[in-house]
């Protein structure tokens, strides 16, 4: 059964820490995507990467980074959270050249205090 | 602006009945219009597909419709089961990215 495993389910942090989201997928896909979800917002693009060590913003990187130091794993940062970050967060995964079908991680609830 | 908006937050229906999910584009240029299904404590999932140059598509009891005059996009359901309530997305492909709806909370009632 493919899968794609998000570091934490919940995840409480204070204003100002650094914060480290975890996301690994075993389908060797190539393809790796960190959303957030918010209500009344649906799903927004925060980065994405086509391979290891590239990375590409997507539509709201502010305040955010990632690293992909080895394919199965891409990882989301927020240096220095806020609680306008207070969100879900959701990681997916996609072969090569497939960009419609995405698996997703079961998210991250954060919260920012 | 929001390229993809889905105008109905929540949508109910009797099992047995149609659910019929809408959600509406601005840019005439995205070549594959999606949904997505998502249930509570779990990560969205790929339901179908539709691309650009089509204006149906069937997969059993989901059926994907496009009008690209209106720029309109919906999702049949027939029969609806009391297992499709969920949240559905609706998202295009823009290059590689996918860009979603707000999404539509479906109540299939028994």
Redesign the interface.
Known sequence: DVK?TQSSRYLVKRTGEKVFLECVQDMDHENM?W?RQDP??????IY?SYDVKMKEK??IPEGYSVSREKKERFSLILESASTNQTSMY?C?SSDRGN?????????TRLTVL | DQQVKQNSPSLSVQEGRISILNCDYTNSMFDYFLWYKKYPAEGPTFLISISSIKDKNEDGRFTVFLNKSAKHLSLHIVPSQPGDSAVYFCAVNQGGKLIFGQGTELSVKP
């Open positions: 794609v995507f959303y009344g917002l649906g799903l927004r693009l994405f997507g539509d959701l997916a960009y419609n079908e995405q698996f997703f991680g079961p998210g």
